[in-house]
């Protein structure tokens, strides 16, 4: 089985915040992973697709994804 790519270890993050954080540890670590796999600096999430879609919860998520390595931007 071949290693995730960035686009679905971001998937698997999408599901595990409706999943009201299921296994999300797991999941950024997946992402960081890919990341440096695919030489990439910093993940880009779509803001419509979390669960907390305001500024103090885009804002909670990457604090908690910095702590783990990971950089997170927002599209749009």
């Known amino acids: 089985m071949s290693e995730p790519t960035v686009a679905e270890a971001t998937t698997r993050i999408y599901q595990s915040l409706q999943a009201d954080n299921a296994d999300l540890d797991t999941h950024i670590a997946t992402l960081k992973a890919a990341l440096a796999r695919e030489g990439q600096k910093e993940a880009i999430f779509d803001p419509a697709k979390l669960a907390q879609n305001n500024r103090p ?6 604090a908690y994804f910095r702590q783990r390595g990971v950089k997170v931007v927002f599209e749009g």
């Open 57 to 62: 919860g885009r804002k909670l998520m990457q």
